[in-house]
């Protein structure tokens, strides 16, 4: 039985607030760091969010207090996306493998990328969520064709081909058709936009789900072929 990789909600948090301080340090850039009240309402939130999953990042991060003036806010966000990044890589580094094992491709050559995204002005939170997006499509086929059922047709031929064989076997897949779905992935493939942090959730869990259903499916289909 083929392997499907599994995500983990801590992991996925990481990268959504690393997404989310990232547009924070674009938004304070972007003011050259002069609307203070806005930054700090924005950082204290984030703040927040990350040490309700990852309590000891209060006594590393500064808190929200700390932010007086453009110096300290700097300081603030930068250590906070560096501790967000930081944090996310195993994940990041996870998902890049598992395509690259898919492809058979060495992870080394995705090197190139990192000066050709900076050229074409895409984030990081862009690269990740482009690369969850094609792993989801290529787990499908790579599924369907475990299944030896027909892989040819878009993604939403093989996504309807798929949910009809889960459904059959009593597994529910996640809508990938459904609105918030699939509007994301439209502007992140389609438009080469950037995902907002909400936007970048969506995509992360619709991952996790996904890994987590079609595992699922291969265990039953494998159980009652045995």
Not at 34 to 62: G, N, Q, V
Not at 115 to 132: I, K
Not at 159 to 167: D, M, P, S, Y
Not at 201 to 216: C, E, G, M, T
Request: proline share 5%; hydrophobic share 45%.
């Amino acid at each position: 039985m083929m392997w499907v990789p599994e995500f983990k909600e801590r992991e996925m948090k990481y990268l959504i607030a690393g997404s989310m301080a990232r547009s924070l340090q674009e938004f304070a850039e972007s003011t050259n760091y002069t609307d203070l009240d806005r930054i700090k309402e924005r950082y204290r939130a984030l703040h927040a969010f990350l040490c309700s999953f990852d309590p000891e990042a209060a006594s590393i991060i500064p808190g929200p207090e700390f932010i007086n003036d453009d110096t300290s806010a700097k300081i603030a966000i930068k250590d906070l996306v560096d501790y967000t990044m930081g944090k996310s890589l195993p994940l990041t580094f996870k998902m890049i493998g598992t395509a690259f094992s898919f492809w058979s491709i060495p992870a080394e050559s995705l090197s190139p990328l990192h000066p050709l995204l900076r050229e074409w002005n895409l984030s990081s939170a862009w690269a990740v969520g482009a690369l969850a997006l094609t792993l989801m499509e290529v787990m499908i086929t790579r599924v369907l064709k475990e299944l030896n059922m027909d892989t040819r047709g878009s993604f939403e031929d093989k996504v309807r081909r798929l949910r009809e064989k889960a459904k059959e076997a009593g597994i529910r897949l996640p809508d990938l058709l459904a609105g918030p779905f699939y509007r994301a992935r439209g502007k992140i493939v389609h438009r080469g936009a950037e995902p907002t942090p909400e936007e970048l959730n969506v995509v992360l869990q619709y991952l996790r789900a996904l890994s987590s259903s079609l595992k699922q499916l291969l265990a039953q289909v494998s159980v009652r072929t045995m």
